[in-house]
């Protein structure tokens, strides 16, 4: 366990980093939950620590499993950092933030088509919303929308070319997949198999259902703010990187079935060609 301690330490200071991001690069006075920031923070810094200090599973999928929760992370940084560029408002803007704000908003204007995600997210603002505010969510959904797909195509890449997770070893399902219980239910691959299909269709379908799903919740029990800069950063990077999360596990959760399949049927064929053997 005493190995364990610095990277344990380091993934909850990293944890903590991309809650802080928001607070670090707004200007004075444009983030105004500092503390609620600082416990989430903390939260999450003292969840993450007690998960990778531990010998046994938890919570954390692929834990053993590099660099599956590596390509989440460098995912969901960017894009928060990103999305917080393109929401700074200062007199004199960095390169980083003009450049941010620019390729937003080139990309916020290519993918808002009628029914297109960006379009539905962007219909969630309240009407007497101004033109700039309309310009802010739409660039930052551009950019969260594209940094999910790259994403999700770096990973394939990453399964494809170098075999994850065979790569990384003896893949152990017990660890990387401490939620799934292979001794219930029927056939593992079978429940491998329906819940890549689940975690792929969910996925796919979240960045058009969560902006409806936001917006009765706006009606029916209070409104969902996209007004204030951290707001519209941590709500659009749940609305891109969620269903991307879920989408990327229903292809590791896809591939993980296949081993088990080829492990099968090569212990099939040893089996079937070592009988003869003895027989003779």
């Known amino acids: 366990m005493i190995d364990r301690i610095p990277g344990a330490i380091v993934r909850a200071l990293l944890a903590m980093l991309v809650l802080a991001v928001p607070s670090l690069m707004?200007?004075?006075?444009?983030?105004?939950s500092d503390q609620v920031v600082a416990f989430l923070g903390f939260f999450a810094g003292a969840l993450i620590f007690v998960e990778y200090l531990a010998v046994y599973p938890g919570l954390i999928e692929f834990r053993d499993a590099p660099p599956y929760n590596r390509i989440r992370y460098v995912t969901l940084l960017l894009t928060v950092t990103i999305l917080t560029a393109i929401c700074v408002k200062t007199a004199h803007?960095?390169?980083?933030?003009?450049?941010?704000?620019?390729?937003?908003?080139?990309?916020g204007r290519v993918v808002d088509v009628p029914y297109s995600p960006v379009r539905l997210l962007t219909l969630m603002l309240p009407r007497d919303a101004v033109p700039e505010q309309i310009a802010v969510?739409?660039?930052?959904?551009?950019?969260?929308?594209?940094?999910?797909?790259?994403?999700?195509?770096?990973?394939?890449?990453?399964?494809?070319?170098?075999?994850w997770p065979s790569s990384n070893g003896v893949f152990n399902v017990w660890v990387n997949l401490p939620t799934f219980d292979p001794t219930?239910?029927?056939?593992?691959?079978?429940?491998?198999?329906?819940?890549?299909r689940m975690n792929l269709s969910v996925g796919f379908l979240l960045p058009f259902v969560l902006p409806a799903i936001m917006k009765v919740a706006a009606d029916v029990v209070a409104p969902v703010g996209l007004t204030s800069p951290e707001s519209i950063i941590w709500v659009v990077t749940a609305w891109a990187f969620v269903p991307a999360s879920l989408f990327m596990r229903g292809?590791?959760?896809g591939r993980i079935a296949d081993m088990i399949r080829d492990s099968r049927r090569r212990a099939r064929e040893m089996e079937d060609s070592f009988l003869p053997a003895l027989s003779h």
């Open 184 to 196: 219930v239910g029927g056939d593992v691959v079978e429940r491998l198999e329906r819940d890549a």
């Open 93 to 107: 803007p960095s390169p980083f933030v003009l450049l941010a704000q620019s390729v937003g908003d080139v990309l």
């Open 137 to 163: 969510v739409r660039a930052a959904a551009g950019m969260a929308y594209l940094i999910s797909l790259v994403m999700l195509g770096f990973f394939v890449v990453v399964l494809k070319l170098f075999g």
């Open 251 to 253: 292809i590791a959760m």
């Open 26 to 32: 707004l200007p004075r006075g444009m983030g105004d």
